[in-house]
């Protein structure tokens, strides 16, 4: 069965770094998300991404915070300067073009800010 | 986004059928009822969704009331590794079809021998 998958799994960075969370998303999706999830507390949305361009973010989502589909299979997550409250998992989501169709999650990337 | 009531935790023994309630009292007429799990820090797992018809797949089977303002999520026969998070989401509607999931704090289903 096609899977979304992450990588890394897990992500060490000292604080004030850049990092780049990628994702392959199932193949023939056309909407892409990201979530994450700190330690002990919800899942949170993040943003979506169709054709090409954000179609929602939240509070969360600021300017240190990009997406990108740079080629036909990847969408990444980039954090400009990261800080310690970053830390948390990252979860990939993708789904199909039917809007009733369920999103599929990757098993994350585990980020740890130091 | 309709909100969703979920008890915080319930047990379950191994092979009997876990039965997980979700209320959505606000659900509007076209927003769907999904349910996912979560494994430990494992990414949400989709369960299975429905609108307003009772829904069965090979992983469990999902009853709406008539007046769809609650559901039953049912595990015919519970397994240990079933144990996880359960969430019930009332999906939102994104412009261009695309849509959020909003997590609650879910049931927490333990199963034991």
């Known amino acids: 069965e096609p899977e979304v998958t992450q990588t890394p799994s897990h992500q060490v960075t000292q604080m004030g770094q850049e990092v780049i969370l990628r994702c392959v998303p199932i193949?023939?999706?056309?909407?892409f998300y990201w979530y994450r999830q700190i330690l002990g507390q919800k899942v949170e949305f993040l943003v979506s991404f169709y054709n090409n361009e954000i179609s929602e973010k939240s509070e969360i989502f600021d300017d240190q915070f990009s997406v990108e589909r740079p080629d036909g299979s990847n969408f990444t997550l980039k954090i400009r300067s990261t800080k310690l409250e970053d830390s948390a998992m990252y979860f990939c989501?993708?789904?199909?073009?039917?809007?009733?169709?369920?999103?599929?999650f990757g098993d994350g990337t585990r980020l740890s800010i130091l | 986004d309709a909100k969703t009531t979920q008890p915080p935790s319930m047990d379950c023994a191994e092979g009997r059928a876990a039965n997980l309630p979700c209320n959505h009292s606000t659900i509007s007429g076209n927003e769907y009822v999904y349910w996912y799990r979560q494994i430990h820090s494992q990414g949400p797992q989709y369960i299975i969704h429905g609108l307003k018809n009772n829904e069965t797949n090979e992983m469990a089977s999902l009853i709406i009331t008539e007046d769809r303002k609650s559901s039953t999520l049912i595990l015919p026969h519970a397994t240990l590794r079933d144990t996880a998070v359960y969430y019930c989401?009332?999906?939102?509607?994104?412009?261009?079809?695309?849509?959020?999931?909003?997590f609650g704090t879910g049931t927490q289903l333990k199963v034991e021998l």
């Open positions: 193949s023939n999706h056309l909407y």
């Open positions: 989401i009332v999906r939102s509607r994104l412009k261009g079809g695309g849509n959020k999931l909003t």
């Open positions: 989501a993708s789904s199909d073009r039917l809007s009733n169709q369920p999103q599929h």
